[in-house]
Antibody
């Protein structure tokens, strides 16, 4: 079964750091680009970051650029999001999602991990 | 960044109704657009990719159309399980952007 499982969320003070992880299983992890998407309480979805299958190319939303860093370890089938200089507005459920390629959409999602900055 | 303007933000409809949700991009994105359904407390689910490609297992009452700047998600006959929030996402240009979402509620 294809699965993504996020971990690492929690409560952090403003200015602090957190590292989220996403473990993939049931597929060849390195064959897929991956994205992070977040959802603040009661709000819509916000795309956060994206990384290529090799890990060589990454993109960020303007709201997190310079503060968040996405990376991956294909030998461990894991995706990470290092979050620094956290702000209250970073409070959200963070989802990782799998991206097969252009026009294919984010087809597999994890259940999410909750980050609270307060 | 490309702005995705989704409308309406919410709607009330009855079982069996035809429902249409639109997304307009601030610049052309070809057909690099997906539609997602989200139920409360759950992760989003991809319904349609490439503006019109229905995902495996998604009921045929869902359909998508559009190219360039204007896109539409149609539910031909609303069912109870379709009451949820819907979002478009453009994956043409970074940063990717979602529409604001449409909440479909029971009338």
């Amino acid at each position: 079964e294809v699965q993504l499982v996020e971990s690492g969320g929690g409560l952090q003070q403003p200015g602090g750091s957190l590292r989220l992880s996403c473990e993939g299983s049931g597929f060849t992890f390195s064959n897929y680009a991956m994205s992070w998407v977040r959802q603040a309480p009661g709000k819509g979805l916000e795309w956060v970051s994206h990384i290529s299958g090799s890990g060589g190319i990454a993109f960020y939303a303007d709201s997190v650029k310079g503060r968040f860093t996405v990376s991956r370890d294909n030998s461990k089938n894991t995706l990470q999001l290092q979050m620094t200089s956290l702000r209250p507005e970073d409070t959200a459920v963070y989802y990782c999602a799998r991206y097969p390629g252009v026009k294919k959409g984010l087809g597999v999602w994890g259940r999410g991990t909750t980050v609270t900055v307060s | 960044a490309i702005q995705m303007t989704q409308s309406p933000s919410s709607l009330s409809a009855s079982v069996g109704d035809r429902v249409t949700i639109t997304c307009r991009a601030s610049q052309g994105i070809r057909n690099d657009l997906g539609w997602y359904q989200q139920k409360p407390g759950k992760a989003p689910k991809l319904l349609i990719s490439g503006a019109s490609n229905l995902q495996d297992g998604v009921p045929s009452r869902f359909s998508g159309s559009g190219y360039g700047t204007d896109f539409t998600l149609t539910i031909s006959s609303l069912q109870t399980e379709d009451f949820a929030s819907y979002y478009c996402l453009q994956d043409n240009t970074y940063p990717w952007t979602f529409g604001q979402g449409t909440r479909v509620a029971i009338k």
